[in-house]
């Protein structure tokens, strides 16, 4: 059947023309912007050409950190995440007693307000009267209390640790998911011929995966280029300066300063960083599909 008989091409022009106003148009308005001097300080905006993208891009400043950060905690965040989400995904298929109870367990994290989850862990690894220093102090372990948000060598790794505990059950649901999607009848077979359970996880269970996890990975860095509110909540981008900051909280504090043209030119790179990643991805992950 044709289906461009059934549906004709121009039928998705409403769609399209409602996309184009309001994402596509606000996102090219704001790289051109970026090209000006708009700010709050002045009634006026003056063409500056590539001044803004040379700040932001400067030794200088900090913005290079700012989009070290971003890459650190987008890399790191995905690979964790994706490894023990898989360890759990793997343990939690199997015949254990409350397999539901523990699956829900470790997926109620992520259905949590992030702003609220940072609240909390605020208040668990505050240095002086946190429940983890508390917990600490009160067996004997002192030097396991720590600055965990107040130190520049320990506030990134915890961000990165408290989003890696909100986020794992989520991939792990995925690739659960993904897992009871293979056939039964691979594992009969290797059980037949006297495979191990590692055998079987390396040679049925991990190649058969791959699709589940290109799609956690692709959803884990589209989540770590564009996160905002566990970096917001925890720590606002410090200790100092840009400890912890991010490209979107340094967008989110240039526009709260009137600094608007940095802003945009910050967010311009953001969407440069995407494209980019994204084409990667796709290319990587679609090289090896057969074409029709």
Known sequence: MNRKKIYPTWFAAGALLIYSVLFVLP????????????????DQIKFVGLENFKTV???????????????????????????????????????????????????MPSVLSTLILGMIFTSILNPS??????FFRGIGLEGFAK?????????????????????????????????????????????????SGWQ????????????????????NVIYGLKVFDMIY?????????????????AVFKKFGTGQYAIGTALSSVMF????????FMIRLMTKDEVQE
């Open 27 to 42: 996102g090219v308005i704001g790289i051109g912007y970026s090209f000006t001097d708009w700010s709050s300080y002045s």
């Open 57 to 107: 891009f400067s030794a200088d400043g900090n913005y290079l950190k700012i989009m070290k950060n971003t890459l650190v905690f987008t890399l790191g965040t995905t690979v964790i995440k994706n490894i023990l989400g898989l360890m759990l995904a793997v343990l939690l298929t199997k015949s254990i007693r409350f397999l539901n109870f523990h699956r829900g367990v470790m997926f």
């Open 129 to 134: 009267d946190g429940l983890l220093n508390t």
């Open 147 to 195: 600055p965990w948000l107040t130190s520049p060598a320990y506030a990134f790794k915890s961000v990165m640790a408290v989003d890696i505990w909100r986020g794992t059950g989520y991939i792990m649901t995925i690739l659960i998911a993904g897992i009871l999607s293979i056939s039964s009848d691979y594992y009969e077979a290797c059980s037949i011929d006297g495979a």
């Open 200 to 219: 079987k996880f390396r040679f049925i269970t991990l190649p058969l995966l791959l699709p589940t996890l290109a799609t956690t990975t692709v959803l």
């Open 233 to 249: 909540a925890l720590t606002n981008g410090g200790p100092g300066k840009a400890t912890t900051e991010v490209l979107y909280t």
């Open 272 to 279: 440069l960083f995407m494209v980019f990643i994204g084409f």
